[in-house]
């Protein structure tokens, strides 16, 4: 099993999500980035995709808008202008 790591989705309305994942999948403005435990410190600016992240094995898509993700040892922040669930259309 993955080792897991904070990861926390923030919009202008609040927190979407704040919790521990083993994966992240992000829509880079240069490309699609996949981050897991221990990746480099990094700022990246997002461009609109449906973002993914895996909890126990388990992955969940959600639609975020433009923003920037910043990677810092053991913390991930997405800070994007809206995110919204792709199954029930949850938003904030």
């Not at 202008?12 to 435990?37: A, Q, R, S």
């Not at 992240?53 to 800070?79: C, F, H, P, Q, R």
């Amino acid at each position: 099993m993955a080792t897991k790591f904070k990861f926390s989705i923030v919009t202008p309305n609040g927190t979407y999500f704040d919790g521990e994942v083993e994966e992240i999948i992000v829509g880079g403005i240069t490309g699609t980035l996949g981050i897991l435990n221990n990746h480099m410190e990094t700022i990246v600016p997002l461009k609109p995709f449906e973002t993914r992240y895996v909890i126990d094995g388990n992955s969940t898509s959600v639609s975020t808008s433009t923003g920037v993700l910043k990677v810092e040892k053991g913390n991930v922040v997405m800070a994007v202008e809206s995110c919204e669930a792709k199954e029930n259309k949850t938003s904030v």
